[in-house]
């Protein structure tokens, strides 16, 4: 994430000070505080346990369980290599810009898995391979190449996907989440 900007909403439409804090400072500050102990302590939070879910079948009583994915597509991330055109220029005459990505992985039921992420023509990114073992969460840090070339985080708007390969037939790579974002070196 290369920032955040943090907004409240304005105190009229509620009907107190004490209101306001209640029913919006409290929840935001709440989830402000989930994201950083996630951020800091990757797992601590059990993320991979808060996505969207539905039932996967039609209830026949008044409850059933929340079972289901609701988006069932491949773990990816869209990411707009274009925004480095609006960098100010004094940052990009004095500094080489890369791309970071941090993923969050482990191999449930033990076992060794190969990752590395993959644009969404299929060309594989360099530097972006990497190994994990055991049941363990890792995060996982690379700084990749930026641009045309081939192997590169291209500078438009493309899809980028994470693949895995295992080594065991019993053991399953999960990756948690992973990001991209801009580093100035």
Do not use: W
Request: with cysteine; glycine share 4%; proline share 7%.
């Amino acid at each position: 994430m290369p920032g955040i900007r943090l907004e409240l909403a304005p105190l009229e439409p509620f009907e107190s000070h004490e209101e306001y804090v209640k029913r919006h400072v409290a929840p935001f500050l709440t989830e402000l505080h989930r994201i950083t102990t996630e951020f800091f302590v990757p797992g601590s939070t059990a993320e991979e346990l808060a996505v969207d879910m539905s039932p996967s079948v039609p209830c026949s009583e008044r409850f059933c369980r929340l079972d289901q994915h609701v988006d069932p597509s491949p773990k990816h991330v869209i990411f707009d290599g274009s925004r480095y055109f609006s960098l100010p220029k004094e940052l990009v005459r004095s500094k080489q810009v890369k791309v970071q990505f941090v993923a969050v992985a482990y191999v449930k039921l033990d076992g060794t898995a190969d990752f590395r992420l993959v644009r969404d023509d299929g060309m594989r990114i360099e530097n972006s391979f990497f190994h994990v073992s055991g049941s363990e969460v890792q995060t996982i840090t690379r700084i990749l190449p930026f641009g045309d070339q081939k192997g590169s985080i291209s500078p438009d708007s493309r899809t980028y996907y994470i693949e895995a390969g295992r080594f065991d037939t019993f053991s399953i790579p999960v990756c948690r989440r992973f990001s991209l974002s801009f580093v100035y070196i």
